[in-house]
């Protein structure tokens, strides 16, 4: 099956900092998303972007489906902005998601 | 718009029972996929109903079940609960299934002693 990989696993920012997550997936995909995990689980839509860039506010995307890499940008970051954020693609030919491991952002005052 | 909605939000069980969950996806939409959650094994696909067909299903044992209504809610049960069933079950809709968007509710969390 398709692999995803998230790069880092864990980040810890001061608050105001700059931070790039990054997302590798192993094979052609029509559908990428990115999600924030808010502390009760569920899952907030962020991007909905299987290529290009897209920005809404402080946060960013790029995809570049041909290199098989998707990049989330966060700016001037808040503490609200912890938790866990995942990346997840649709394999061409399937009707799921296949999510990455995740990355835990933790942001500090 | 109403998003996704779960029931019910927290669930204990004990192993041996059975349980079902509910899951009402955005007005409009005709997919509902379900995920399940673990620390251990992350986020996993579960199955994909559209239109009241399974489309998908992910690599569970049989005593992980569903179907979908024609109003497109759906419904997903569990036989014989075992401790490793301890999880959160995420339900996700989207119009058509890809390449359109997926949206989750908030969950259901399922511990059993």
């Known amino acids: 099956g398709i692999q995803v990989e998230q790069s880092p696993p864990d980040l810890i920012l001061q608050e105001g900092a700059n931070s790039t997550l990054r997302c590798n997936f192993s094979d052609s995909v029509n559908n990428l998303q990115w999600f924030h995990q808010n502390p009760w689980g569920q899952l907030i839509n962020l991007f909905y972007?299987?290529?290009g860039t897209k920005q809404n506010g402080r946060l960013s995307a790029t995809t570049v489906a041909t290199e098989r890499y998707s990049l989330l940008y966060i700016s001037s970051s808040q503490t609200t902005d912890s938790g866990v954020y995942f990346c997840?693609?649709?394999?061409?030919?399937?009707?799921?998601?296949?999510f990455g491991t995740g990355t835990r952002l933790t942001v500090i005052p | 718009k109403a998003g996704v909605t779960q029931t019910p939000r927290y669930l204990i069980k004990t192993r041996g029972q059975q349980v079902t969950l509910s899951c009402s996806p955005i007005?409009?939409?005709?997919?509902v996929s379900w995920y399940q959650q673990t620390p251990g094994q992350g986020l996993q696909f579960l199955f994909e109903?559209?239109?009241?067909?399974?489309?998908n299903k992910g690599n569970f044992p049989g005593r992980f079940s569903g179907r979908q209504f024609s109003n497109s809610r759906s419904e997903m049960n569990v036989s014989t609960l075992e401790l490793g069933d301890s999880a959160l079950y995420l339900c996700?809709?989207?119009?058509?299934?890809?390449?359109?968007?997926?949206?989750f509710g908030p969950g259901t969390r399922l511990t059993v002693t």
């Open positions: 996700a809709s989207s119009f058509r299934g890809d390449p359109y968007e997926q949206y």
């Open positions: 997840a693609v649709v394999h061409v030919g399937a009707n799921n998601l296949f």
């Open positions: 109903y559209f239109s009241e067909t399974q489309r």
């Open positions: 007005s409009g939409h005709r997919s």
């Open positions: 972007i299987p290529s």
